[in-house]
């Protein structure tokens, strides 16, 4: 018998890459099995979810909780692990904002239902979609019912922790680990509630080394554009759109580093309330021109504006969805 | 607009004056009339070259206009001898549409029957009654009809004219639709190798007096647009314009009238252009003037589409470009290529340029150098090496319709014209219209009987000289059928001469105080003169 | 702890009152807002009167309100009023918000219900807001006592002495090489017939040698930076080639040079100056100047007349522009008029017609010491006039040129007639649309010029021509005008043609209120704070305007209202320092990665970076809050006081009445 305390994850609309990420801590996996008894974790165990039903209120310690809620399963399984759950962190960009999946908000459902039945590579000549609930001898056949937009897990039940990120660094994830072993034991605090962990407390400028000053943009570029792309300087200040300056640090500006432009996985810094909104006026503030039309003409050098500064944060922003998602009766 | 006459009208309050007869001038009035803003300066009255026979000046007939008396102002002979030559127009602080205006207060007064002499508006009616049986105007057929019924005694006088018309040319052709008129493009290919520019592309308006009493004006025409690389298009099917008679009778039909022939031009822009060209002054300022109120006026460009529906065509105002023919001549072939085409300078012919008063007013596209001596034709004669007297009268008006309905007006007009040219040293005058070159050269001789003067001074077209300058024969450039003649002005031309420049004189000392520099509206930006 | 909100709903008479129900926002207030912390709601009819203040200050003392809404006009008018009545009253005046319910509400509604619902919202807004406001203090900051005025006309003269005599330095910057503007060109001025000359130059040669003016002419100012109180001005002096310390005014240079040009600034483009020149006789300073594009030696390499018969060798044709930087306090623009060009009335015939004079023209000629040593005279320099025709707005009161009237023309056009009759004894017609002699003894002059026989016609001339249609007429400009009080046209034979041309704006007057940071009004003027009870200062503080740069005006107005600039600037001066608006943005270095996005944004170049801690910083002295690098920084690491997020968000859900009914998402 043990009395490991319980750690459980489980993943929503996502991808599958915080899964990935965590097992990428290498050998802090097993620090987790040393510590924690895993009660519940679909992609590495197999458990079922009446398990989760039969257990205590309260009695899972620790859940990482990734991916957003899209349909009314992820919904049921949020709220349930809520309940048995001490701590629950949301896990990674689908849940804290919404992230790749929060796109769909850009589409009324039915739409995104339709297209999905409709495309050139489908045959549908019969015009059949989906039904959520059918009939059959042994009962009722029921298959998840798409919500009328992507939402963030805080948005759906009380979070207690937030962990940015598409996928969250490893070397972030194991030292949230080490804390909450550590608290474990009685040998830390836990941060306030509500805080965001597994991050810095800045932007991503902060952590890159790349050498910047007044910017003057005449162009917009992308980055295969920019022959040669100068690997010192800023790249923003090369005309090419890196959303480094709104996003919170924690990822040691990995891609900056690497070359290629910030896209903003780690989700809004501190004081920022809307992402996108921050980004397009900070991007407004360096263009460098005297009249309407040529400003015009160097916006157009950034042709999706919703993609570039809403890529992952669209659900989790003020506006949540376009205006024809909102007008769909919920 | 004033809320105020019909609601007091209707209130009651209103008793002998009708305080609602501003508010229906206005309405009436094509465009935006701004009759409310009149602040009696008298600018208009200053202006009018006819005031000194009108009942009473356009101020006048305004201010009892707003004092509601509208009898007084219906019997009033002022719209009458209205020559709408704009010059209180462009002159008015107030914006007011005073021509416009005019118009509208000879409609109300056919339809109340309160006008004190029927000449005018009979020939209006007649005018109007031939336009819609022809669908063109035939001057012969007019003048006849009018001057039986009003003037049967001038009859024998204008014998000249009447043979000068071309009777076989004018009516003979009436029934064919599709007018083609000799070298001028109906498909314009490659010619003698050299590749069609759409530069050079335009729709072409004629307007009926080029059939008529302005043959010589359509000759001349045609024989320069080949030096100059010209391609005109003719409007299939397009209708007389109105002149100034229509605009008198109605406002709709008059304006659909008009916009009929934009409609017809608007379908042919596929061919490359969207610029209409006509070289009748008053022809060119219908045309624009239409395409600008429909577009000021949306109520009256809905209406005139409404009409044009009738006939399966529709104009949506701005979408053509209207221009004079000499703008298109100076402004887009350009001085430089008209210099380069002539091989006989007019050096020694001494002209004054005549623009006319319907040219450069009211001039809504802002193309004019200037709306009171505009410089584009004295640019153009000096181009074509001819001596050009600053002429100070070049935009007053030469009377217009007014040689047909009020001749002894028109005859005062035509005297100052004359008379001043004269007094310059003029050898001709050269024009643009062909009612200025029509009314000064026909009605010479009954102005000289009028007035117990002895003037011959022949008025030529541009064209014609042009036409003389490019090395064409006058029988080419119709010259010899003005009724006064141009023999004697044209001898001086007869040897070609070289140019020089005269060296600048040196300053004298007593030369008296230096004078402002020449400047014209559009200094700066067009270089007409180089 | 929740704060104690007061809510105070404005009639306004029947302002407020007639569109929104006011008691009903008032008793909504209480009962619905009471959540938010509303304690106490009133409404009264003028909430700006001492009784409406009194209402607060007291409500303030007894209830212990921590804020107050006040829902009204716009702050624009009002906002320090309630202030200060807070201030009295011992609450901080930046807990006090303004919530338009007039300008914004009844003012633009007809419909009572709307608007009521509306200015329900609008308060609730402000309620939410207030509750996030924070105690802000006033920073105040030195002023300047120094002055830069702009412009040496009769305007800015006054203006500097009167500063100058208080005791205070004066910079007047001018950019002509002399001071004295129009007023130096004319002959008389109205209505008096004062010679204009013998009145201005000792106003002139005062303010030459006042020992507080530092006299900068042949001067421009290129730059300005900096808020009232702490100016800092550039100006560019450009070279004379003359060295004013040796220079003793003698005036030989100017007899010596050989290059003679026309004058088109002081002479009207009538008479000549030499390519080196003092503009007049009594020009104030007395050195000249030498015109580059014209001198011999700057074309050519050659002549230097001047420089070998100067007594003092105070030639120098290497003299280079000099920048100075100055530091004032407050500015005061006096940068005058131009005249409007009459060539662009064609049917006058300025500029054709030899014998049409311009009124400056005709000043220049009446002008004792002018080109025909004051003989009034046509063109030729010569004829003596027999009849003359003066015409009034020319180029004013038109749609075609300029709509405003330009005020002065109409006087300017009687004294034209007074001085034709008495030097030339020509018949003398005035054209008139209306005449205009509103001040004082300006009727009488009138009444003075009908004695002496001018014959008046009232009517717009329509043309001026040479065509002549009779023997009369012949060789004659000929007026043709309608008669409107006789009604008929009538073409009058004159020998001259004055034009009493209209005020414009100057050309660069845009530019220049774009560097100084006020604006133009539509037909080109300097805004004036508001037209009736402040036309001397502008929308920004410290920045004053006088004379025809606010707008055509005469002598005695242009020199009233410099003086009541220069009252301006002493109270100001007087009061030692000036209290700045805490609305000011300040960085979270915490937040701020150092991005550098917001340096370059800054209007008032508030913000500098901190290279050693790699992050930015703002001068709270110099920043105006305008708010652009709040909204500009990416890392929200740049909040406004004032406008900080949580009060915009706060106002916007109380406008959505949020806090009240949940939106069903």
Redesign the interface.
Known sequence: MTTKPKFAMYWAASCGGCEIAVLNTHEKILDVDANFDVVFWPVAMDAKYHDVEAMEDGSILLTLFNGGIRNDENEHIAKLLRQKSKILVAFGSCACEGCIPGLANLSPVGDIVHTAFNTITTDNPNEIYPRTSYDVPEGELHIPTLSRMVRPLEQVVDVDYFMPGCPPESHQIAAVIDLVIKVVKGEAELPPKGSVIGCGDSTVCDECPRARNVKFIKEFKRIQDVAPVDPTLCLLEQGIPCNGPATRSGCNARCPQAGAQCIGCYGPAEGVMDYGARLITAFSSVIDANTPEEIDHILDGIPDPTGQVYRFNLAGSLLKANREVWKVKG | MPQMTDERVRAGMTREEDLSLLNEVSMKTAGVSHLEMCIQCGTCGGSCPVAADMDHTPRMLFAMLRAGMREEVLRSNTPWLCVSCYHCVVRCPQEVHIADVMYTLKGMAIHAKLYTDSTAPHFSQTFVGMVETFGRGYELGLATRHYLRHFPLRLPGMMPMGFGHDLEGAYGDRAEKNQTHGSIDEDPGPRQGIGVDLMNKYLLYPGCSMDSSAKAYMESLNSIVEPLDLHLEEIEDWNCCGATEYLGINLIPAYSLIARNLALASKQMDSGTRTVVAPCSACYLNLAKADYYMQERPTLGAKVNEALAAGGLEYKAGTLDVRHLIDVLVYDVGLDAIRKAVTHPLSGLKVVPYMGCMLPRPDYQHRWSDHEHPTELDDLLRALGADVIDYPLTTSCCGGHMTQIGPETAFELIHRLVSDADERGAQMMVTVCPMCQMNIDAYQNEMNHFFGTNFHMPILFFTQLMGLAFGKAPNEVGIGVELVSSRNALAHIGVEVPVTQEPAAPRKKDEGLPMPRRWTKHEGKKEAVK | MTERVGVYVCHCGSNIAGTVDVVDVANWAAEKLGRQGVIIAREYKFMCSSLGQELIEKDIKELGLTRVVVAACSPHLHEKTFRTAAKNAGLNPYLVELASIREQVSWVHSDKAVATAKAKAVVSGAVSRVIENAALEEIKVPINPNTLVVGGGIAGIQSALEIANAGFHVYLVEREPSIGGHMAQFDKTFPTLDCSACILTPRMVEAGTHPNITLLTWSEVTNVAGYVGNFHVTIKKKARFINEELCTGCGICQEKCPKKV?DDVYEA??GYRKAVYTPFAQAVPNFPVMDKENCTYFIKGTCKACEKFCPTGAIDFNQQDEMLHIDVGNIVLATGYDLF?A??V??YG???L?NVFTSLEFERLSNAAG??SGNI??????TTPKSVGIIH?VGS????FNNYCSVICCMQGLKFAHLVHERTGATVYNFY?DMRTAYKAYDEFYQRVLEEGTLFV??????V?????NEREKGKLII?????LA???RRIPVDMVILSSGLQPRADAKEVGKMFGISCSMDGWFTEKHPKLDPVATMTEGIYIVGCAQGPKDIPSSVAQGAAASARVLDKILQKEVALEPIKASV?Q????????????CPFNAITFIEDDKVTSINPALCQGCG?CV???????I?GTGFS?EQI?AQIDGLMMRNLEPI??
Do not use: H
């Open positions: 026309i483009g009538l060009d060539r662009r064609s049917n300025y500029g054709r030899p080109p025909t005279v046509l063109r030729d320099g010569k707005c009161r038109d749609k075609n649309i009232r009517g717009k001339v329509a043309e021509t040479n065509a002549a249609r043709q005008v309608e008669d409107t009604g008929k046209q979270n915490a937040l701020c990665s150092g991005c550098k996005i917001c340096n370059g944004l652009t909204a500009a920084c990416p890392a929200g690491a909040s997020n968000i069903v998402a």
